[in-house]
């Protein structure tokens, strides 16, 4: 039975991804309209570049977006002969449904074995009527891409480990187990490249929590993991090197990400940012002008990428713009952390908050949106701390992944959008949540109706 209802949920789940997919929306937000660019840069003239009508003027650097979801989109693009968005779209909403059955995996493991059924198919109905992921599977977004490779890492992390041990699995098998999660790692941090760091602790968490299988084992498995997500990504490190002449293991955006994120004046929210550069550097402004003067441009044209990009010019002139970037966030942040360490805390403190409890504001601009998405966090923390209190060792590991997520976003953007690439592993913790809670009230209810004997 517990078997149908998750074929149900997840045949539901595809379908309202095929839909968003294949209607589209009517307003594509700018990552999503750049990665469409982009993947016809690559279509049609080979160049990882920004092609196209609707290409900004001041567009940014196609340099600073990941490189994993234009590849695919391209890719697409290649087998079906045309640039047809709405096929790429498809074929993204097929891969992000698969997160659902993933996460029933996934929470299927970490449940108590007397109720697994729950927590499963709790997290399994998260992933798949969960409001953002389906608006998202009607653009080119990597959120979703990114949410399935990490839990499949997880699961084949936590299959691998379970068969570290044993003495008659051939050597060939025991290779490809460890190569699986690096792969799958690599693939995760071409999408989002944040997770190449990511990757590389969770690797290292992996073997504290198999210490006690032998350092030998470990050193192998750790070799085997960090070698495949080096192979997946070299190719794109080559390539950076050979057209910049510097070494980009995946994007240069993280100089953007990090000057933003290192703006305390904007109280962490990234669009404040351009406003409050624009006031303080009014040269700046002034530029602009005369520069839309004499090219007819528009308002439209001011936007976060050309003001910073004329700022670090101003700042550090004859530098790339990324490395200029990263070095006044870095002096932004040494800065704070001499002159106000408290404050400093603070904006962190807040920033981390941001990440987790607000949200999308598409999902919580309303209260029942803001309640719900706050339940279901607050659900997964309660099924963290459950693993946590059973000394399960995923506790560690996915304690680690929820950590450095944290951390990044805290140093650079704290953008909501990135628990969604965490979403399938919050919905198997919000699962676990859920099925306690279940089973509370059941025991409260049995116990209230039990008989009370008479004497």
Wanted: glycine fraction near 8%.
């Amino acid at each position: 039975m517990r078997v149908l209802a998750l074929v149900l949920v997840v045949i539901a789940g595809l379908a309202l991804r095929i839909d968003a997919a294949w209607q589209g929306t009517s307003e594509n937000l700018p990552d999503s309209a750049a990665y469409e660019r982009i993947a016809r840069g690559l279509h049609d003239e080979g160049e990882f570049t920004q092609v196209g009508q609707g290409t900004p003027a001041h567009a940014q650097p196609a340099s600073n977006y990941s490189p994993g979801l234009p590849l695919v989109v391209a890719g697409v693009f290649d087998l079906a002969g045309n640039d047809d968005v709405r096929l790429a779209r498809i074929v993204l909403a097929l891969v992000g449904a698969l997160a659902i059955p993933l996460a029933w995996l996934l929470a299927r493991r970490l449940a108590p074995p007397e109720d697994p059924g729950v927590a499963g198919l709790a997290a399994a109905s998260i992933v798949a009527f969960y409001p953002c992921l389906i608006t998202d599977a009607g653009q080119l977004l990597t959120e979703a891409l990114a949410g399935t490779l990490i839990t499949g890492s997880l699961l084949a992390m936590l299959r691998a480990r379970d068969r570290l041990a044993d003495p008659d699995r051939r050597l060939s098998l025991r290779v490809f187990d460890w190569l699986l999660p690096g792969a799958l790692l690599g693939m995760t941090a071409m999408v989002r490249p944040e997770y190449l760091l990511i990757s590389v602790v969770l690797i290292l968490a992996l073997a504290f929590i198999s210490r006690e299988r032998g350092l030998a084992p470990l050193v192998g498995a750790s070799t085997l993991m960090l070698l495949a997500m080096l192979l997946i990504i070299a190719p794109w490190t080559t390539r950076n090197l050979d057209h910049s002449g510097r070494l980009v293991p995946l994007s240069t955006g993280g100089g953007q990400t990090l000057f933003t994120g290192s703006y305390l004046a904007s109280a962490g929210d990234p669009l404040e940012v351009m406003p409050d550069v624009l006031a303080r550097n009014p040269e700046i402004a002034s530029k602009i002008e005369a520069q839309n003067r004499a090219s007819g441009e528009g308002p439209d044209s001011i936007t976060p990428e050309r003001v910073l990009a004329l700022l670090a010019a101003e700042k550090m002139p004859g530098v790339p713009t990324d490395v200029a970037l990263s070095r006044i966030g870095r002096q932004n942040y040494l800065r704070a952390l001499n002159e106000n360490p408290v404050g400093l805390l603070g904006y962190f403190a807040s920033k981390s908050a941001r990440i987790w409890w607000r949200g999308r504001t598409d999902l919580t601009g309303t209260t029942f949106g803001r309640a719900f998405h706050m339940t279901l966090v607050a659900s997964a923390l309660v099924g963290l701390l459950l693993l946590g209190f059973r000394r399960r060792p995923e506790f560690w590991l996915i304690l680690t992944l929820a950590i450095a997520a944290t951390l990044i976003g805290a140093v650079f953007v704290a953008s909501p959008r990135r628990t969604l690439a965490f979403w399938p592993v919050i919905a198997s913790l919000s699962g676990l949540g859920f099925s306690l809670a279940l089973r509370l009230a059941r025991d409260a209810i049995a116990h209230r109706l039990r008989p009370v004997p008479i004497a």
